[in-house]
Nanobody, 115 residues
Framework: QVHLVESGGGLVQAGGSLRLSCVAS????????MGWYRQAPGKQRELVAV???????NYDDSVKGRFTISRDNAKRTVYLQMNSLKPEDTAVYYC?????????WGQGTQVTVSS
């Protein structure tokens, strides 16, 4: 079992920054992928950015150049630094953990960007 707890969401003006954190607890496999997805009202959940245990990131085109994903394996934590935020980034952001056998999601943290 893996438990994920997100933090760092909030309300920010357009152009501002936020940093999300996701701490994992439980039994993690050494080879895994952690990342962030988001879901805006009335829309499907979508990929934002993921990073594997080797540190290789992958971003959605909509956030490239603005968001940076990183992880600290010793702290079992994945981060999402979000800069130059836009109103269209408003969504609930979810942390996801996957390995070759399992998938887990966090409960989500709200990010609201005002214009």
């Amino acid at each position: 079992q893996v438990h994920l707890v997100e933090s760092g969401g909030g309300l920010v003006q357009a152009g501002g920054s936020l940093r999300l954190s996701c701490v994992a607890s439980g039994t993690l496999f050494s080879v895994n992928t952690m990342g962030w997805y988001r879901q805006a009202p009335g829309k499907q959940r979508e990929l934002v950015a993921v990073v594997n245990s080797g540190g290789n990131p992958n971003y959605d085109d909509s956030v490239k150049g603005r968001f940076t994903i990183s992880r600290d394996n010793a702290k079992r934590t994945v981060y999402l630094q979000m800069n130059s935020l836009k109103p269209e980034d408003t969504a609930v952001y979810y942390c996801r953990y996957t390995d070759r056998l399992r998938e887990y999601w966090g409960q989500g943290t709200q990010v609201t960007v005002s214009s």
